[in-house]
């Protein structure tokens, strides 16, 4: 069978990045003419042509979006799926799911390959690598080229597109409030780094309620997970090297551990410390005790960011000066793990 | 903006089934003449063209697979999914995620739509309702038309096609084994129906396994939960109605379910009941006890699927003949929910 070349192959051979070889097959001046014209010729030579049905297929309409989602271990965003598929569906739209995995590359390969006309537009939320690189280029081409784009959850300033988000700080402000309210004192955020967008949302919003409370800010008691395959250590270490009453964490996986490393330190939830998490998924409800947590309502949030797009589909002139974010109202769901 | 028709809108407007109109454009003589004349007709007038770009794109390849798979909610098929990745990415292949929903017309509508040039060839676990239905006229086609599948854990006898199973009955009876090793002797079940393969399986690995150790089958132990929705209340049933020692789930949202019925019963997990589920998930691994399981290997199977795709997708000559069934190793994980 005969083989096409990707962009990842280019990449490689040339030993540059596919962020490069997707910037240099589109002539951008941001690369140097150089590794264009080394780009352009090692693709000619294979035979690689980018977007190459998009001709035949303009203005016909497939009837199909394409959801990209960063991973699917977190509950929250299966949730959306449902709600992008339901709203969809009514509509009569077929759903893709396409996972970027956290990683930049997969989700420039990822769009460059259904951009091509195999679908309508595209539900997105940015991978980890993305946010981190702050390079969007692949998102502004396919706006660009006219085909519509809402993201949702992990959004960027830097594109101007529709969105549906929750106000981030604001349900961790209210979370961290709550616990305040209940008279607990030290309380522990157990957060993502700062370049995913919501992380350092979720983690502003709780410094902002110790602070509206007058509560001093203690960074041994703020704990920022980098790397997923450590998480469980590092919340261990968390709770063993400090004297803590309460705990916010800015997903379910985390309060989950939380719990499960309190009980091996003897500590009982919630007598001894309260937890609230953050995405009300089957870890949240199922686990013993259940986990009082900030819900996004993920479903709401996948069906307005359908409605959305399919409204910019089916518009009859283009309106893009009125791009509109939505915003998602959140609600903390109570539970067993808070006193 | 021009809208096409779909399969969808052609089977409501004429009330007959998506199956009926897709077997009908293919001047399938399993539907009558009047049907297929009629639905040929629709189509035409609303300029219904199936598989209409697949003549320009034969013999391209687009070096994309799509995995379709029932539902999101069970963690086994996110770890399916990172084994197609995984395998799929290191040969240079993309990966798309569609959803059947349990509901076959959905499987249909994605198979049509896909198979038509877009994707290489398929990777696929059946619905719940295509499994009741006993229809596979969309997968024949598709086969029949060169594109490759694999089936994976929810499987068909009347498929050929290469497959990746574990094998069902021997982990279930090996799990209930297990428990009656430990002496245990009014061992429960909490199954799906018997339309869907792995729980029939399942079931008669557990009914073997008493059998084999001369233990009566009790049919008021044995749970075959039809509709998700109220699975709770059913475990609940089970647990006041029966005096249980252990039990056997075969899926961990059942287990977990177990687990917090009991808690309310008054009865302690292990203590009071010992708990074998199936999957071993984030569900397992983070309840409080943590869950003893049988592993699927998710991973493991995603990637042999994957493989056995693009072997085929990669073969010099077609080789029809020699369909291989691939049977992976499961494993008892034991954590705290056994004594």
Do not use: W
């Not at 997903?251 to 551990?257: D, K, M, P, S, Y």
């Amino acid at each position: 069978m005969k083989r096409k070349v990707t962009l990842k192959q280019i990449a490689k051979e040339l030993d540059v990045s596919i962020s490069t070889v997707s910037k240099s097959l589109r002539n951008s001046l941001e690369i140097s003419e150089d590794t264009r014209q080394k780009v352009q010729a090692f693709a000619k030579l294979y035979n690689y042509k980018p977007n190459n049905i998009a001709l035949s297929l303009k203005n016909k309409k497939t009837k199909t979006i394409c959801i990209i989602i960063p991973e699917i271990i977190h509950h929250f965003f299966a949730t959306v799926i449902s709600g992008v598929e339901h709203v969809a569906n009514e509509n009569g739209y077929n759903v893709l799911v396409c996972l970027s995995d956290e990683s930049f590359d997969k989700e420039v390969i990822n769009m460059e390959m259904l951009a091509n006309g195999s679908i309508d537009g595209f539900i997105m939320s940015l991978s980890k690598e993305t946010q981190q690189k702050k390079d969007f280029h692949h998102i502004v081409e396919v706006i660009n080229q006219g085909m519509p784009v809402v993201m949702f959850d992990r959004v960027t300033n830097e594109i101007l597109c529709d969105k549906v988000i929750i106000d981030d700080n604001l349900a961790a402000f209210n979370a961290t409030q709550h616990l305040i309210d209940k008279g607990f004192k030290k309380i522990a955020l157990i957060s993502t780094v700062d370049y995913v967008s919501v992380g350092k949302l979720r983690t502003e919003g709780y410094i902002k309620a110790l602070k509206n409370n007058d509560i001093k800010i203690d960074e041994n008691l703020i704990l920022k997970i980098e790397d997923t395959e450590n998480f469980e250590e590092a919340i261990a270490g968390l709770l063993a090297n400090n004297d803590i009453d309460a705990i916010f964490a800015v997903n379910e996986l985390f309060a989950v551990t939380a719990i499960k490393e309190a009980n091996k330190l003897g500590k009982k939830v919630p007598e001894d410390i309260s937890i609230i998490g953050f995405t009300d998924g089957i870890i949240s409800k199922y686990s013993s005790p259940s986990i009082t947590t900030v819900s996004q309502n993920g479903v709401k949030m996948g069906g307005k960011a359908a409605k959305m797009l399919i409204e910019r589909l089916e518009a009859e002139e283009e309106d893009e000066e009125q791009y509109r974010t939505e915003v998602i109202e959140t609600e903390l769901v109570e539970r067993e793990s808070t006193k």
